[in-house]
């Protein structure tokens, strides 16, 4: 039997199990991993959960526009069309979320607070279909 490599909690090993070995490991697993195993012999593999954020929650107009890959001009009339909400740091200094970017680029309606720090709201367009 060749060598097999098996991934256990980021770290690999070198494992030689038999087929035995392997089918008394399946038995004694824990619900848990017997319910792992089903979804993957199901084809349903359970997402990995998204990497953290790196880099600034809040960029400049010009790291914005990189990060869409877009100019500065078109990164403002974005802005401006109120497809993206700026942050005002300081008297006439702006930033934009990273995160709205993200959602922006996504395709998904950015959130924001009602500015009462309640519970996040919708801003995608809501009109009707009759009103378009």
Same mark, same amino acid.
């Given at each position: @039997?060749?060598?097999q490599r098996t991934e256990v909690r980021g770290q690999r090993s070198e494992s030689r199990l038999s087929t035995d070995e392997r089918l008394l490991k399946l038995l004694q697993a824990t619900p848990e991993q017997q319910?792992?195993?089903d979804r993957i012999l199901e084809g349903r593999l359970a997402p990995e959960p998204p990497a953290p954020p790196?880099?600034?929650l809040l960029l400049? @107009?010009?790291a914005g526009a990189k990060l869409l890959g877009v100019s500065r001009a078109t990164f403002w009339r974005i802005i401006n069309a109120g497809k993206l909400s700026k942050v005002e740091v300081l008297p006439g200094s702006f $930033?934009? $979320?990273r995160a709205d970017?993200?959602?922006f680029a996504e395709g998904r309606p950015r959130m924001e607070t009602d500015g009462h720090g309640s519970a996040p709201r919708n801003t995608r367009n809501t009109q009707t279909e009759e009103a378009r």
């Open positions: @039997m060749k060598d319910a792992a195993i790196t880099g600034p400049g @107009m010009g $930033r934009v $979320r970017i993200e959602l």
